[in-house]
């Protein structure tokens, strides 16, 4: 498999960062069970782990999940966390069972109203993946064919109460990046509350 080789050779970061947005707003995230839909090697599943969390990272890659493992016996909450070797494209995932869902960098449109089923009332997705853009991006796929359109993972989440939605470019070492995020809660209704905003 291609990822457990860029894995196993060290090609990939082995200690990633999570989300910044994510980081940014943990503190208006619903606490509890948190699912990280192709965690890869635990971007954000620890840092959810590591903020109280119990977190179910699911990713078909074994070498991935084998460090989130490791990171987490070594941090000291492996209790916390629960690797699930699995392809989401394929996986059933269980009917309000989550606080919390996170996926990052993984196109997964077809089954995502199955994932956001997997909420819980008042649970919060986060989902963040790359854009196709003009100029065209250089981080994340090689063709536009998996990336989102723009609004394309707006208008898939619109069914849900959206806290925070954003289409950007960023770029870095000569490199450009073209990402949108979205955080949506499992609520329909006209007055809710929301994130506060810092000036």
């Not at 080789?5 to 989300?19: A, F, H, M, N, V």
């Not at 100029?135 to 063709?143: I, L, M, N």
């Not at 989440?157 to 000569?174: F, G, H, P, Q």
């Amino acid at each position: 498999m291609e990822w457990d080789e860029r894995y196993r050779t060290g090609t990939y970061p082995t200690d990633p960062e999570p989300s910044p947005v994510l980081r940014a707003y943990l503190d208006e995230l619903p606490d509890g069970r948190a699912l990280d839909v192709a965690a890869g090697n635990g971007r954000n599943a620890l840092f959810l782990a590591a903020n109280g969390y119990r977190v179910d990272a699911l990713d078909q890659s074994s070498e991935g999940l084998s460090i989130v493992d490791e990171r987490a016996q070594s941090r000291g909450f492996a209790d916390r966390v629960e690797t699930i070797r699995a392809d989401a494209t394929t996986h059933d995932f269980p009917e309000s069972t989550y606080d919390l869902v996170t996926i990052s960098y993984f196109r997964t449109l077809d089954r995502l109203a199955d994932i956001k089923a997997a909420l819980k009332p008042g649970g919060v997705l986060f989902y963040q993946h790359h854009l196709r853009a003009d100029p065209p991006a250089t981080v994340g796929p090689s063709t536009d064919r998996y990336r989102f359109d723009s609004n394309e993972l707006l208008r898939a989440c619109l069914d849900l109460t959206v806290l925070y939605y954003d289409e950007s470019t960023e770029s870095r070492d000569d490199r450009q990046s073209a990402t949108a995020t979205i955080i949506a809660r499992n609520t329909r209704g006209g007055a809710q509350s929301y994130p506060r905003r810092e000036e």
